[in-house]
């Protein structure tokens, strides 16, 4: 395979897990269940594709939250928190996850949370709700969309490998 095409292959791959990713978001469901979902297709674009597009996707989402309306404007400044917590999530839990996937998880979601959290605590002024909202919720919807990526993963395994 030419690195064009394999170029080519992988964006396109990505593009479809972001467009995914934005679908789930675009639907206007409640943080309890958006959250976890978003969180998922960051690990299902890591595993199915590889850690690039996990990152690519979770770099993506947050902008494009706010571009849409989904996030308030009031969380404009915590959006490249968001993008590097995303980043962190989907990496942390690729280098743990071959050893084992459910500490993969929880390790990578209390690395996202740690980042969000001190980031609303220490760097960017937000109200106190808002700051609320990046903190302990962020740990519990990494967390579920963790576990329901994980579950996911397990049910494609030997059926959908994207990866060239």
């Known amino acids: 395979m030419t690195s064009s095409r394999g170029n080519t292959i992988w964006i396109a791959r990505t593009a479809l897990m972001l467009a995914l990713t934005v679908v789930i978001q675009m639907f206007g469901l409640p943080q309890w269940f958006t959250g976890p979902a978003v969180n998922a ?3 299902l674009a890591a595993g199915l594709i590889n850690p690039a597009a996990g990152v690519m996707v979770g770099l993506f989402t947050p902008v494009i939250a706010v571009w849409r309306g989904i996030l308030p404007p009031m969380l404009t400044p915590v959006v490249p928190f ?3 917590g995303n980043a962190i999530y989907v990496l942390v839990f690729v280098m743990l996850e071959r050893w084992h996937p459910y500490i993969g998880v929880a390790t990578a979601a209390f690395a996202k949370f740690a980042l969000l959290a001190a980031a ?5 002024e937000v109200p106190a709700a808002i700051a609320q909202m990046m903190q302990l919720p962020q740990l519990v919807t990494a967390l579920v969309g963790g576990a329901g990526a ?3 993963l397990w049910l494609l395994e030997d059926r959908v490998d994207l990866r060239e």
């Open 150 to 152: 994980l579950a996911i």
């Open 82 to 84: 968001i993008a590097a």
């Open 120 to 124: 609303v605590r220490l760097v960017v």
């Open 41 to 43: 297709m960051l690990l």
